[in-house]
Every structure is written in structure tokens, then in C-alpha cells.
């Protein structure tokens, strides 16, 4: 394909991704006050980690006896720019498979059969990693609010907005499913032979460190509860992704030949097994030497292996 060929076909899938986007964010905004198909709505989902705390932690705005649990509005365009905020993001989540589908589509054509195996089992991985981030991040919240919101309920009461509890909620779910990505990444650079096992055997205490400083400085609201749930399922994963680097280059190691791991400057050892280019082969037995003597030259006659040589002198 040319040049112009290949932006007219970018231009067309990006046209599609666009379009899919915009079908999730309709979907979305229309599933965030109504439920659908059984399902509880996009809005009560998202505020269930709220409604979970106690009554006593939440502000209620409604004179009735019975549990409110609303978030506080300022302004008159809040409720409608939250809403099609969110919408945005699910619909961008609900849309995932149609802009990455777009996406192989166009990179699949420029990669080998081996490489096509790879990246979709790449991507695949990657996803999933994502979601279970966002999963457990969604669980966690509730645990996180219940700290932060009691900590000083004698002296106060917190009365959260719908932007900044969603702005604390969908941040938590964004760093949860990003930060999820970590081991894959270990995975990447051990297949393709940059990180080998033997250079991180030996600083997992450096790494769980890291790790921990990460997870203190990327939870949005600082709560020790979600750090410490990010830092440990991090070192779970990284870990797994440590042993998979073992058992990768063991397995790498077994299929390597000796003559790579020669020095550029040396001679590669022969293969003394049997059939090999340095094996011993077996000598035949000597055959007897003619000698003819004539006038002013000697012919000499010898014979071995069944052929024979003259050498005139």
C-alpha cells in the first residue's frame, strides 16, 4: 500500500472507532438514570461504594425518615456535565472491543504469523489485567471512604460532591487498571531478551519497595487501606511475572546452541558426538610402498585407502 493508502485506511477505522464511541456513550448516558435488561443503573453502580457507609458518614439532604444517599450538587450544570462525563468513560470501556479490533486490523497486515500470536495474546492479557485492576479498585473504595469520611466525625461531617466522589472513584479505577499493566511489561522485555531472570533474582527487596513508594504516592486519596491492597496484589503479580522470566530463560537456555556463547574472537568447539563435524573417524591400515628407480628419476608409487599416487621427482 502507499502512503495515501494507508492514511485513507487509518482515516476509515478511526472513523469507526470514533463511530463505536459514540454508540457506548448514548448507551451509557441512557443506562446511567434507567436500567436496562434487569441490570441496576449506571448511576447506583457507581454509587454503591458511597451508599454502602454508614448513615451516620454521609450527609443526608432529605427531610424523610428513610436512607437518602445523593451526592451534593453546586452548580446547575453539574449533574448534567457528571453525567456525560461518565458516559464518556463507560462508553469508551463498553466500545473497547470495536477500537480495538480496529486497531489489530491495522497493525495485523505489517506483522509476521509469530508476531500476530504474540501481540494478540499481549493484548488479550492486557485487558484482562486492566479489568481485574478496576474490579478490586471498585471494591476497595468503599473500605477506602469508610477511612477517610469517619477519621473526624465528631468535629464534621462530609457532604461529598458528584464530581469529586466520581473524580475519586474513576481515578482509583484508572490507577488500579494501569498499574495492573506492571508485570506484563516484565513479560514483554523478558520475551523479547532485554530483562533476564538473572538481573532481578536478587532485588526483590528493591522492587517491593518501589513498589510500596508507587502505591503511597499514585492512590488518589491517600487512604493506607487501598495503598496497602495496590502495593501487596502488585508484588503478587510482579512476582508471577518473575518466575515466568525463570522459567522462560531455562527453557531459552535448553534451546540455545553452545557456539553462541563462544567469544567472537575464538574458534567454536567441534561436535565430538558420533556423526558430528569433530567425531573420530575410523583409519584405514597402511598399504605397502612401491619404489622404482630409474635413470636420473625416482618414481614413487603409493597406495593407500585402494587409490594411487605418483609422485615423479
Known sequence: MSVVEHIQEFRRRLLISLAGILVGTILAFIWYQTSLWGTPSLGQILREPYCSLPPEARASFSASETDDCRLLATGPFDPFMLRLKVSGLVGLVL???????????????????????????????????????????????????????????????????????????????????????????????????????????????????????????????????????LALSLTLLVEIAIQFCRINDKRRDRQRPEWLDADDLSASPLDDAPGGTGAPQPVEPPAPVDVDRGDNRTSTRFTHGGSAFDDVL
Open 95 to 229: 466500545a473497547s472491543p470495536v477500537w480495538l479490533s480496529q486497531i489489530w486490523g491495522f497493525i495485523t497486515p505489517g506483522l509476521m504469523k509469530n508476531e500476530r500470536r504474540w501481540t494478540f495474546i499481549f493484548v488479550s492479557i492486557a485487558v484482562l489485567l486492566f479489568v481485574a485492576g478496576a474490579v478490586l479498585a471498585y471494591f476497595v473504595v468503599a473500605f477506602g471512604l469508610d477511612f477517610l469520611l469517619t477519621i473526624g466525625d465528631e468535629a464534621s461531617m462530609a457532604a461529598l460532591t458528584g464530581e469529586r466522589y466520581f473524580n475519586f472513584l474513576l481515578s482509583l479505577l484508572l490507577i488500579f487498571g494501569v498499574s495492573f499493566e506492571v508485570p506484563l511489561i516484565i513479560i514483554m522485555l523478558n520475551v523479547v531478551g532485554i530483562l533476564q531472570y538473572e538481573a532481578i533474582k536478587d532485588k526483590r527487596r528493591m522492587i517491593i519497595m518501589i513498589l510500596f513508594v508507587f502505591a503511597a504516592f499514585m492512590t488518589p486519596g491517600q487512604d493506607p487501606f487501598s495503598m496497602l491492597v
